[in-house]
């Protein structure tokens, strides 16, 4: 099956996919798309992270396989409320919405308490859709928080976020000419690069307290461990609003077609960017659990 027939076969789906199916079929998708020399695939991916934190990596997957362009979604009735309408004609994104509702206890568990008869759970995904911003008209909307080149006070949040960990963060001219160093609790940032090297750096080093000093660091190796920290530095970055270089399709070509492999990094590439994007939209860097959103069209959970 090749890419144009995975990419129908996604299109044409009525039944709702597993997360796991949908996630496996874009993995094949992005291989094909990398191998046929569709280097701006992996890019489109990427920015699409940077772009949806919120979003289940399923769901990101989704949006940039469907709308690479694509920079605010939401349901129809959700623009509608910011004053927004959908256009006429315009095709909806598909993603994955959760299914919550009352599951009832067995006889044996229920109580005369009815708050305790009952309890939400999961029931399962439904297919929804959302729209992006340029796929509608009317008022305009607040400015989302960019900085172009500079990424500001994020600087000084992520610093928080990081000693929040319990990871000590240095300045240290010795470890020239690296321009940052990651020691397993400790940080260590060479001074006098500009503010968006600095930033890009921390994100990249805070890349690897995350992910690479425990188990995953026997299981990876040090070719893939430092193309994940870039990646997450390439995600965080264009979320803030830095010009990045474009990711390398390079990436692609270490997991030799192993789509598993490349599912598992691609996903704690997203988690990870999630939580320091978390970390730097809370004023005191410490990301709090965020409450599920009125509108399940954004089914941010899912």
């Not at 297919?127 to 607040?142: H, K, R, W």
């Not at 940052?180 to 060479?190: C, Q, T």
């Not at 921390?202 to 994940?228: D, G, I, Y």
């Not at 192993?258 to 996903?267: D, F, G, R, T």
Request: overall charge negative; proline content about 3%.
């Amino acid at each position: 099956m090749n890419s144009t027939t995975i990419a129908a076969a996604l299109n044409d789906s009525k039944k709702p996919l597993t997360k796991q199916e949908l996630i496996a079929a874009n993995i094949k998708l992005l291989i094909e798309q990398l191998e046929a020399g569709k280097s701006d695939a992996l890019t489109n991916y990427l920015t699409a992270m940077s772009r949806f934190h919120r979003y289940s990596f399923g769901n990101v997957l989704e949006i940039a396989r469907q709308m690479p362009t694509a920079t605010r979604v939401a349901g129809f009735w959700t623009w509608k409320n910011l004053g927004r309408s959908v256009n006429a004609g315009a095709k909806g994104i598909r993603i994955l919405a959760p299914i919550v509702g009352l599951r009832r206890k067995k006889d044996t568990d229920a109580t005369t308490d009815a708050s305790k008869q009952n309890e939400r759970a999961l029931l399962g995904f439904r297919n929804t859709y959302v729209f992006d911003i340029s796929q509608t008209n009317g008022v305009d909307l607040p400015s989302l928080n960019e900085v172009s080149g500079d990424p500001g006070e994020n600087i000084e949040l992520l610093a928080a976020f990081v000693k929040g960990k319990g990871i000590q963060l240095i300045y240290n001219e010795k470890i020239a000419p690296a321009l940052g160093m990651s020691y397993g609790g400790r940080i260590a940032i060479l001074p006098g690069q500009s503010k968006a090297e600095e930033f890009a750096t921390l994100v990249h080093e805070t890349a690897h307290e995350l992910l690479h000093k425990a188990e995953r660091r026997t299981s990876t190796t040090k070719t893939t461990r430092e193309l994940e920290a870039e990646a997450v530095a390439f995600v965080v970055g264009k979320a803030v609003g830095l010009v990045n270089g474009n990711a390398s399709s390079d990436y692609i070509q270490l997991y030799q077609g192993n789509a598993s492999l490349l599912a598992e990094s691609l996903e704690v590439i997203q988690q990870t960017s999630a939580v320091i994007l978390a970390a730097l939209e809370t004023p005191n860097g410490d990301p709090q659990e965020e409450q599920q959103p009125a509108d399940s069209e954004l089914e941010e959970a899912a």
